[in-house]
């Protein structure tokens, strides 16, 4: 098992006392949502220089180091990626390529498809007529569905590919980017292609619609990975009971889940 590289200053014994651990809770999730949300609706819809760009990736580094200092987690979880055969270099990188297409994808949503103009009235009431409400319903469904069926699916028949996420066994701000990058596509790639095709084909391209569903997908997700919130999601980390959906619990088959049997775990947790 590696135990050099980049996360090598950030990992320690699960009985140490982390450095920051008086954020641990709801000062850190304070934190990480404000990091999220000045990322969306800032640097990223108003930020066009070079300086705004470092500004992104400040925030990201700051927000992974907090989540690394301020509990045992995020330690746990590189300890976990290495005895499975992740090094630490190659999770750093798969998080880096992760962070890029996340980024990318929210610049086409708020810069190019949406702009300053639009964002500003997602703060107007006016903007929200029942069709919008219906939309943004029928869109989180789709998503939702497509989530379930491509997470499954990866569970039964690739869990190789899927390991390196269910290596976080703590659900930490930092599991959003610890994906192999091909897993990330293939679970988000059919709930973010909905989006789209609905905005176009659908929904008259009602600007506000994508934007809300955009939204809520960004911040559930952050949320079913904070360990400070009991989620669905949480426990199927550490539990791996096959509850493949995001918004509701809906069970597949356990007993077809390939990933239990491939992974292992550290011999000691706190």
């Known amino acids: 098992m590696n135990t050099h590289g980049p996360f090598s200053w950030l990992v320690r014994e699960s009985q140490e006392r982390p450095p920051l651990s008086i954020l641990f809770g709801w000062p850190y999730f304070c934190i990480s949502q404000a990091i999220l949300l000045i990322n969306l609706f800032y640097c990223v819809p108003f930020g066009r220089t070079l300086g705004n760009f470092f500004e992104t990736i400040l925030l990201t580094i700051c927000g992974v180091i907090l989540d690394a200092l301020s509990s045992n987690s995020f330690s746990y979880?590189?300890?976990?990626?290495?005895?499975?055969?992740?090094?630490?270099?190659?999770?750093?990188?798969s998080m880096i390529i992760n962070w890029v297409n996340g980024q990318t994808a929210s610049v086409v949503v708020f810069r190019y498809i949406a702009g300053p103009d639009e964002i500003v009235k997602l703060f107007d009431i006016s903007s929200y007529t029942i069709m919008t409400i219906a939309q943004v319903f029928m869109n989180l469904t789709c998503t939702e569905i497509l989530f379930y069926f491509a997470h499954r699916y990866l569970h039964e028949n690739w869990p190789s590919l899927h390991l390196m996420h269910h290596c976080c066994l703590r659900t930490t701000g930092s599991s959003n980017l610890i994906f192999h990058p091909l897993d990330l596509m293939i679970?988000?790639?059919?709930?973010?292609?909905?989006?789209?095709?609905?905005?176009?084909?659908?929904?008259?391209?009602?600007?506000?619609?994508?934007?809300?569903?955009?939204?809520?997908?960004?911040?559930?997700?952050?949320?079913?990975?904070?360990?400070?919130?009991?989620?669905?999601?949480?426990?199927?980390?550490?539990?791996?009971?096959?509850?493949?959906?995001?918004?509701?619990?809906?069970?597949?088959?356990?007993?077809?889940?390939?990933?239990r049997k491939l992974i292992k775990r550290p011999a000691k947790s706190e």
């Open 187 to 259: 679970e988000f790639g059919g709930p973010g292609m909905i989006l789209f095709f609905n905005h176009y084909i659908f929904w008259n391209q009602n600007v506000i619609t994508l934007l809300v569903s955009y939204l809520y997908v960004q911040i559930h997700y952050t949320l079913n990975h904070n360990e400070w919130i009991s989620t669905y999601h949480k426990s199927h980390h550490s539990q791996l009971d096959a509850a493949y959906a995001v918004y509701l619990k809906i069970r597949g088959q356990p007993e077809k889940d390939k990933l």
């Open 77 to 93: 979880n590189i300890q976990t990626l290495r005895l499975n055969g992740f090094s630490d270099w190659y999770v750093f990188g």
